[in-house]
């Protein structure tokens, strides 16, 4: 059976079997999918910029597609000895798998095939069909155990040139281990609200995950999505008065503008509609906030996310540098969204 264990998974991406032309990742953790495909891609040494060398392909082309894959497959690269097809946001799809059992019986001389996918039921359709090749093997991704977090946290703290107190690190892994991207992500606004100190403190992680004055801050982000640019700053207001950091407001809209961008990227590519993506969001979307999410993806596209996570990270890089004007700059970065969001709901 060509499958690994959770706990094999890394030691074989370090150094993986170049007879292996087939390469399965599937979980419920997509950020940690997301993460084990780029290793992998990294290590097969092709550029991965290089459109003539790696073919980028989402699951629902392939399935409209039929035979896309298998036509990729046998193509005769024209600039390099071989390319790497890859697959994203992989589920049930039948043609999908037909092409893969194909290439599971007829390998592919000159392409590596790389899949992303969710989470794959044991012994059917495409887990099937690789686990049971011998020129395939499937890697299992679930969400961190607390030794994964730590090895997490110590690669992000390295990269800063930083370290962390014991009890701030057992306060940091209880907010972490859903999602491979998500928990770096929070790790990477911690240290950015950290700049400029050698150690990260409880105090440093209280402040981005405490829930002080956490339903004002939930609101005002909730309005800023809306576009309700009145409710906005009076939960925003109320939030600050009561003693809450406005950085917390800015770190929550960041994370959800950035799951935002994620599931509006997944409308543009595979030509799914906003309620089918926020159906099958993982992590899921809370039932109560649904409608707001669902309104927010038909109203921005991928561009214009960018830009507004850009104007975020900017108003955070100001407000570390002049915290006496935090609440100000991050008044005026997310009242601006606000605005740009009624704007954009008047079409």
């Not at 997301?34 to 910029?49: I, V």
């Not at 039921?121 to 690789?130: D, E, F, P, S």
């Not at 159906?279 to 809370?286: D, H, I, K, N």
Request: aromatic fraction near 4%; hydrophobic fraction near 40%; charged fraction near 30%.
């Amino acid at each position: 059976m060509a499958q690994k264990k959770g706990y094999e998974v890394d030691s074989w991406l370090a150094k993986p079997d170049p007879a292996i032309g087939i390469v399965l990742l599937y979980g419920p953790d997509r950020g940690l999918v997301a993460e084990r495909a780029k290793t992998f891609a990294t290590k097969t040494g092709l550029p991965l910029d290089d459109p003539f060398s790696v073919v980028k392909l989402d699951g629902a082309e392939v399935d409209r597609d039929e035979g896309r894959l298998l036509d990729e497959a046998r193509t005769v690269p024209m600039f390099s000895d071989r390319r790497l097809l890859w697959v994203r946001n992989a589920s049930g799809q039948k043609a999908l798998a037909d092409d893969i059992k194909a290439l599971t019986a007829e390998p592919a001389r000159d392409a590596i095939i790389l899949i992303e996918a969710g989470d794959l039921k044991k012994g059917t359709g495409l887990r099937a069909i690789v686990e049971a090749a011998g020129n395939a093997i499937a890697l299992p991704c679930y969400a961190d155990e607390a030794r994964d977090l730590d090895t997490v946290i110590d690669d992000e703290l390295r990269k800063a040139g930083m370290s962390m107190t014991l009890d701030a690190r057992q306060a940091l892994r209880r907010n972490l281990g859903g999602d491979r991207l998500a928990s770096r992500g929070e790790i990477d606004k911690l240290v950015l609200y950290a700049h400029g100190k050698k150690e990260i403190d409880l105090d440093d992680v209280n402040a981005l995950s405490g829930d002080v004055s956490g339903a004002s801050f939930d609101d005002a982000v909730d309005a800023m999505l809306d576009g309700k640019v009145g409710d906005f700053d009076v939960a925003f207001t109320r939030h600050c008065q009561s003693g809450g950091h406005p950085f917390l407001v800015l770190s929550s809209a960041m994370r959800q503008l950035q799951a935002m961008q994620v599931m509006r990227g997944q409308m543009e590519s595979g030509g799914r509609n906003a309620a089918s993506v926020v159906a099958g969001a993982r992590p899921p979307v809370f039932f109560s906030r649904r409608k707001l999410v669902e309104k927010t993806l038909e109203r921005w596209n991928v561009e214009a996310l960018g830009r507004a996570l850009n104007r975020l990270q900017t108003a955070v890089l100001q407000t570390r540098k002049r915290p006496d004007l935090s609440e100000a700059l991050a008044r005026q970065a997310l009242l601006g969204i606000a605005v740009e969001s009624a704007r954009l709901g008047q079409r």
